[in-house]
T-cell receptor, first 109, second 113 residues
Framework: ELKVEQNPLFLSMQEGKNYTIYCNYS?????LYWYRQDPGKSLESLFV???NGAVKQEGRLMASLDTKARLSTLHITAAVHDLSATYFC?????????WGAGTKLIIKP | DAGVIQSPRHEVTEMGQEVTLRCKPI?????LFWYRQTMMRGLELLIY????????DSGMPEDRFSAKMPNASFSTLKIQPSEPRDSAVYFC???????????FGPGTRLLVL
């Protein structure tokens, strides 16, 4: 059974700091997805990582994938308050997505 | 495109009543997914369809839940009878070729009293 673990589950940080969210998964998969969810809102796609070594960046967020280590990271650079949200990673398994529990990120001024 | 459309956005009902949630996927998408999100259990896949055919319903919690997709532009999730433990946010999502990004609707917030 494919399992997806995120850590930390909760992160409170100051604006301007850097931090990384980790996503580990238990079996082979070549596709990993990152989503963002604001409180009371839907899920918004951030990144799709399709191969080993893939790196994608959007603004202050950068995601990478290491399929050999079964690890993806979401790095936040010089955090700003607008990035406060819950971030989910998900891994594909036979056309389904297996979801992590989410990382609730709070960025304080 | 208007994105994935769900209705109603909010539903409050009493235990024992029938609840029907509706979803219109993005035009041209072949896959449709129904999810449930709660604080305790997180995001759970209930069922998904490919070309209107249910592929995996192993996530449907019990026989009180049923889902249909009569055509490519419409799906329903029905709960009959509803129970307080069904209170959650129900999301519908669609995607093009299954392994592409899933696009989520705004969700239906269900409260069963």
């Amino acid at each position: 059974e494919l399992k997806v673990e995120q850590n930390p589950l909760f992160l409170s940080m100051q604006e301007g700091k850097n931090y990384t969210i980790y996503c580990n998964y238990s079996t082979t998969s070549d596709r990993l997805y990152w989503y963002r969810q604001d409180p009371g809102k839907s899920l918004e796609s951030l990144f799709v990582l399709l191969s080993n070594g893939a790196v994608k960046q959007e603004g202050r967020l950068m995601a990478s994938l290491d399929t050999k280590a079964r690890l993806s990271t979401l790095h936040i650079t010089a955090a700003v308050h607008d990035l406060s949200a819950t971030y989910f990673c998900a891994v594909d398994s036979n056309y389904q997505l297996i979801w992590g529990a989410g990382t609730k990120l709070i960025i304080k001024p | 495109d208007a994105g994935v459309i769900q209705s109603p956005r909010h539903e409050v009902t009493e235990m024992g009543q029938e609840v029907t949630l509706r979803c219109k996927p993005i035009s041209g998408h072949d896959y449709l997914f129904w999810y449930r999100q709660t604080m305790m259990r997180g995001l759970e896949l209930l069922i998904y369809f490919n070309n209107n055919v249910p592929i995996d319903d192993s996530g449907m919690p019990e026989d009180r839940f049923s889902a249909k997709m009569p055509n490519a532009s419409f799906s329903t999730l029905k709960i009959q009878p509803s129970e307080p433990r069904d209170s959650a946010v129900y999301f519908c999502a669609s995607s093009g070729l299954g392994l592409e990004t899933q696009y989520f609707g705004p969700g239906t917030r269900l409260l069963v009293l």
